[in-house]
């Protein structure tokens, strides 16, 4: 990628966050005559903008996901506090992703620890512009992600949670579960000496070959189920954050990535194959 493609990047990713702040900010309570859904996105930008500075001075990756998780705790946080009548869908929310955020983020970092580098900025890292290109985009990343949840907080509209709410909340918590509960199975067969070089079948494994990201998804979804009640005109845009998480971790840097360096590593294996074989990509069933 050259810099005129990073700097196309760039403006995207700008003017996409631009256009969704616009959506989310009508009927956002405001600061002044500020909408505190616009704060909410200036500061995604810029907590990424600012870790930038000394990570490319140094080359390195080591606090991108990190960051990426201070940027959800703290644009949650700032929601929270600049936001009227805070209900109880806002506070629930708020925590939610709050808690989400924080295990992630520590998962991801420690794992960064563990391996020393990431392979995926060993070509970023050294040009500045592709590698601001990439702090942009976690800054987009976050905005749109939390788009829902930042609906909810931010609106003036409130509502009691009620069965909608309710069914909003067990979806979350369904995906939470399976995103925490694969995730530790995974790290805890990395653990193990005898499976270096591996590929990991057993658990929840057994059932999808990628049950962390299906319960990423599901969780996004039930904090989209919990938004829809104070939606309303523009906000309804709002309802991109599942979507964006669902093309994201199936189209663009989730599975495929994943599928294609499994492809690399084991696809002569006649077990991965019957592996692959039997055991759907995404949504779990139970092993046959």
């Not at 907590?47 to 930038?52: D, E, G, P, Q, T």
């Not at 991801?108 to 592709?130: A, S, T």
Request: hydrophobic share 50%.
């Amino acid at each position: 990628m050259d810099n005129k493609q990073s700097l196309i990047g760039i403006v995207a990713a700008i003017v996409i966050g631009g256009l969704v702040t616009l959506a989310g900010s009508s009927g956002s309570a405001t600061v002044g005559s500020v909408a505190v859904f616009a704060v909410c996105a200036l500061l995604a930008y810029g907590i990424n903008w600012v870790v930038f500075i000394p990570s490319n001075q140094l080359k390195t990756e080591h606090y991108f996901d990190l960051t990426g998780s201070i940027t959800y705790v703290s644009v949650v946080v700032v929601a929270l506090l600049l936001s009227d009548d805070l209900d109880a869908r806002a506070l629930i929310v708020g925590a939610m992703v709050t808690v989400w955020a924080a295990r992630l983020g520590s998962f991801l970092f420690r794992r960064v620890r563990r391996d020393g580098r990431d392979g995926r900025f060993d070509e970023i890292k050294v040009n500045p512009l592709r590698f601001f290109m990439t702090w942009t985009l976690q800054g987009l990343w976050v905005l749109l992600t939390l788009a829902a949840a930042l609906a909810i907080i931010t609106s003036i509209e409130r509502e009691d949670i009620g069965l909608v709410g309710a069914v909003g909340i067990a979806i979350w918590l369904a995906g939470f579960a399976i995103e925490v509960v694969s995730d530790r199975q995974k790290s805890a067969f990395k653990k193990n000496p005898d499976n270096k070089g591996r590929f990991i079948t057993t658990g929840l494994w057994a059932w999808s070959r990628h049950p962390n990201y299906f319960g990423e998804i599901v969780l996004w979804i039930g904090v989209a189920v919990m938004a829809v009640p104070v939606l309303s005109g523009w906000r309804w845009v709002m309802l991109i954050s599942p979507i964006f998480v669902i093309v994201l971790l199936t189209r663009v840097s989730g599975v495929p990535m994943l599928e294609r360096r499994g492809e690399e590593r084991w696809g002569d294996d006649e077990a991965y194959r019957r592996y692959v074989d039997s055991t759907p990509v995404l949504v779990p069933r139970p092993p046959r």
